[in-house]
């Protein structure tokens, strides 16, 4: 039992769980409606269309966090507009703006040999270097994921399920989907500096969908991705600590392995049912007691 709670004695470790469980909270609100509808492309395409914005603020000397915030936003802004042509899909869009603002990173930082390890850190992250100030910014994201996710619920389930239903009654489907993606990219812009934009697509992914194969209602998909998310962010820093592994994949694998033990687990279910089932039949019948074999007779 020491191994299991030794490393979170030491102050980063603390600081990384409690940042791994902010990020898994708010990644289960947004990634439940991406799973929903289907946006995996678009929370990929969303995480990596941050680069630019890095890039300039690396080069600038300013914020990453606010650079990456700005190219999030350019990016959901173009994918809506995209998304009112009628000649264009989705997918086409979000394809087309993802090739376009990655490209534009990489250009940016072909241009610059200082990004070797800032580059790093933007693609697989530090969780081991979360500080009281990231904590800070990431609980304010929880607590305006949770006003966008209670505020749009009513209309995220009609768009996610009947758009046409939702012009019908009124819900203003398009705006629901502008703030749906606001929502995703709140939480991929909160959780990129924590577990990196090639990783925190496995938080945003792996722990709703896991949740959704057993869960019977929307709010439980949130919870359980919570749930998933969070076990998923003790394994994982346990498993850096004791192997010496990167920590913010070790969290993602162990969110994408949790998902395929759901997988395994829903399939299996109805195998052991029909196995019971099985033997239960083939099985001889109980003998009768005394008593009411006298009774019968």
Same mark, same amino acid.
């Given at each position: ?49 941050? @680069?630019?914005? #890095? +890039?300039?603020?690396?080069?600038? !000397?300013?914020? &990453?966090?606010? %650079?990456?915030?700005? =190219?999030?936003? /350019? ?110 990219? @709140?939480?991929? #812009? +909160?959780?990129?500096?924590?577990? !990196?934009?090639? &990783?925190?697509? %496995?938080?945003?992914? =792996?722990?709703? /969908? ?88």
């Amino acid at each position: 039992m020491e191994a299991l709670f030794d490393p979170f004695e030491v102050v980063f470790v603390q600081r990384a769980l409690w940042g791994g469980v902010l990020v898994s909270l708010i990644c289960a609100l947004a990634g439940t409606w991406v799973v929903l509808r289907g946006m995996a492309f678009l929370g990929d395409a969303m995480s990596h269309g941050m @680069l630019p914005g #890095v +890039a300039v603020a690396s080069l600038l !000397g300013g914020s &990453l966090f606010v %650079g990456a915030a700005l =190219a999030a936003v /350019a990016m959901a802004l173009g994918v809506t507009a995209l998304n009112r042509s009628p000649r264009l899909s989705q997918d086409t869009s979000i394809g087309l703006l993802f090739v376009g603002m990655l490209s534009a990173g990489v250009i940016i930082v072909s241009h610059s040999g200082s990004f070797a390890v800032d580059l790093t850190g933007f693609l697989f992250g530090d969780v081991l270097a979360v500080r009281e100030r990231d904590l800070l910014l990431l609980a304010l994201a929880l607590l305006a994921a949770l006003v966008i996710a209670v505020g749009g619920h009513r209309s995220f389930v009609a768009l996610a399920f009947d758009p046409r239903k939702a012009t019908t009654l009124g819900l203003a489907p398009r705006a629901a989907h502008a703030a749906m993606l606001g929502l995703v990219t @709140l939480a991929v #812009v +909160a959780s990129f500096h924590v577990v !990196g934009t090639l &990783l925190v697509f %496995g938080l945003l992914i =792996a722990p709703p /969908a896991a949740a959704a194969i057993w869960a019977r209602s929307i709010p439980a998909i949130m919870v359980g991705a919570a749930l998933l998310g969070a076990a998923s962010t003790f394994v994982g820093l346990l498993v850096s600590w004791h192997w010496g592994t990167a920590a913010g994949a070790s969290i993602s694998a162990t969110a994408v392995a949790l998902f395929f033990v759901s997988v395994a687990s829903s399939r299996a279910r109805p195998l052991l049912g029909a196995l019971r089932r099985t033997r239960a039949a083939d099985s001889p019948p109980a003998p009768i007691p005394a008593h009411e074999r006298s009774n019968v007779s």
